[in-house]
């Protein structure tokens, strides 16, 4: 479970229509739990892919890399664009007589199914080298699968409402991908630097959000 899985499924959701926010939420993720459950127990095929399938100028990949990089460039790539749209598009502000860009329901739980495999693929290679009991390891993803689903909305409504957010949870995003990208060029970069970083950045928003706050009541 991460909290970068939760931001990414809440900011996808937040673009489709108000009364399919819901079920694209619950939908992509019980998705997202089957096809994880399915993964763990093909443990034998998901060793495999950890097994070198190209070779350049002596750098080795394997699948596992070659999905970690294409997970990284995809979520790199998306996030950039959204924080172009939302900072030199159109205005989104029905008020304004902004129209929202949306997505599909259809799209929005594809994103959110393969962004959440991607998330999951290296914590599934972590849970088969930790224990060799399949059911705690279902039972671990049922778990974290339904705190997601708890939590979902909260943070997207919190997200959605706060467009300062948007941008930092985008800028979040950015910075998961670009891990992404290094870990499967075999570096390891451990998530809690990131962690910190967005921490502390979210905590200085929230000072300046209750600052703001403070203001425009005095």
Known sequence: LGIDNIIFISLVAG????????????GGLTIAL??????LLS????IGLTKPVLTIADFELSWRDIILIAGGIFLLVKSTLEIHHKVEGQNENPEHG????TLSFTNAIIQIVLLDLVFSFDSILTAVGLTDEII???????IAIIVMMIFAK????FVNNHPTIQILALSFLILIGVMLIVEGAHYHVPKGYIYFAVFFSLA???LNMRYRKKNTNA
């Open 34 to 39: 089957v096809m994880r459950i399915l993964l």
């Open 154 to 157: 909260p943070v997207g409504e």
């Open 98 to 101: 902004g129209k929202s860009k």
């Open 43 to 46: 443990i034998a095929w998901i």
């Open 15 to 26: 673009r489709v229509p108000k009364e399919n926010q819901k079920r694209a939420r619950l």
């Open 136 to 142: 705690l390891m279902i039972i671990a993803v049922v």
């Open 204 to 206: 200085i928003e929230m």
